[in-house]
C-alpha cells in the first residue's frame, strides 16, 4: 500500500503526504484496533485487483448506529477506470445490509472525479461544508 499512495499528486485533495512502509504499517495497526468506542466502528478495507495480482486502492467507513461516513482513495497508476465506483458500490451496499441507512462523504470541490464516485453510489451534493469540501449525502 506504500507504493499504491505514495504519489506525491494522489494528496492533492486528500491533503497530507505519503506515508512510508513503517508509518503506514503503524497507521493500519491503530485502524485494526478500532475506534475505542462501543457504539463507534471503523471499517477499512483495501482493493485488490485480482486479475492483475495488486493491490489499487482503500474505502473506509466509520459508522456511528445507522450513519457512516465514508471514503475512497485509488492510486494515480489506476485511476479513470471505475475502480473507485465499484469499491465504493461494494462498500455502500455491504453497509446497507448491516443496516446503514444514512451514508455521508465529503469530497474537495474541484475533484470532479471524486464527486462523480460519489453520485455513482447514490450520493446528493448538499449545501454543507466541512473543512473545505462539499458534504454529500443519501438517506435519512
Do not use: F, K
Amino acid at each position: 500500500m506504500a507504493v499504491v499512495l505514495g504519489d506525491p499528486a494522489l494528496h492533492r485533495y486528500i491533503g497530507g503526504a505519503p506515508l512510508g512502509v513503517e508509518e503506514l504499517r503503524a497507521r493500519y495497526v491503530r485502524l485494526a484496533a478500532g475506534s475505542g468506542q462501543a457504539d463507534v466502528a471503523w471499517c477499512n478495507w483495501v482493493v485488490r485487483l485480482d486479475a492483475e495480482d495488486r493491490l489499487a486502492g482503500t474505502v473506509q467507513a466509520t459508522v456511528t448506529g445507522a450513519r457512516a461516513e465514508v471514503a475512497w482513495v485509488v492510486g494515480a497508476a489506476w485511476q479513470g477506470r471505475g475502480i473507485a465506483t465499484e469499491a465504493a458500490r461494494g462498500m455502500v451496499g455491504w453497509l446497507r445490509a448491516a443496516g446503514v441507512s444514512t451514508v455521508v462523504a465529503h469530497v474537495h470541490p474541484d475533484h470532479g472525479a471524486s464527486a462523480a464516485v460519489a453520485a455513482a453510489v447514490g450520493l446528493v451534493a448538499t449545501r454543507e461544508w466541512q473543512d473545505g469540501e462539499v458534504r454529500w449525502r443519501s438517506g435519512g
